[in-house]
């Protein structure tokens, strides 16, 4: 499904990720670990195009991202929750869950979709006309995993997803 070879990339003159290469199959579970400092978060910029290769490439279904902007990397079926979590704290709950949903496939499906993320977390059910910066952090983290599950994902990029 997701295939990166020999990636580099980095920021500036600084070059972080030095010919990464790894595959991820349908249905499959990966985990990057490693120390602080060691390219995790980079790895997910790269392959999200929200930081641009100086080498290799990334291709999703065997279609190369080459020149596709990180806005169009949805399209291709890549959603990502940032470290962070980057949630729109003075929006509500479900504010934010629609933020997710704004691909035209995804809103035909809206309904299926909010139903499906509040059947994984029913906490943000109970909580979804609450700002979304009022939430405790495990709840911020869920609410940011909901919104990248808006838009139908077949791969989902979870940069420290035990934040929170």
């Known amino acids: 499904m997701l295939a990166v070879r020999?990636?580099?990339?980095?920021?500036?003159s600084f070059q972080a990720l030095f010919g990464v290469s790894l595959e991820v199959n349908a249905g499959e579970a990966v985990a990057v670990i490693g120390p602080n400092g060691a390219g995790k978060t980079t790895l997910l910029r790269a392959i999200s195009k929200l930081i641009a290769l100086t080498d290799g490439d990334?291709?999703?279904?065997?279609?190369?991202?080459?020149?596709?902007?990180?806005?169009?990397?949805?399209?291709?079926?890549?959603?990502?929750v940032p470290e962070n979590r980057r949630l729109f704290a003075r929006l509500s709950v479900e504010e934010n869950l629609k933020m997710g949903a704004f691909l035209p496939a995804a809103?035909?499906?809206?309904?299926?979709?909010?139903?499906?993320?509040?059947?994984?977390?029913?906490?943000?059910?109970?909580?979804r006309a609450q700002l979304a910066g009022t939430l405790s952090g495990g709840e911020q983290q869920m609410c940011a995993i909901g919104r990248a599950l808006m838009s139908g994902p077949k791969l989902l990029l979870l940069d420290e997803p035990s934040a929170g």
Do not use: D, T, W
């Open 107 to 127: 809103r035909a499906k809206y309904g299926e979709r909010l139903a499906f993320v509040y059947s994984l977390f029913p906490r943000l059910e109970e909580r």
């Open 58 to 80: 990334v291709a999703m279904e065997g279609r190369s991202l080459r020149g596709v902007p990180a806005h169009e990397v949805i399209a291709y079926g890549i959603s990502q």
């Open 6 to 12: 020999n990636l580099c990339a980095g920021y500036g």
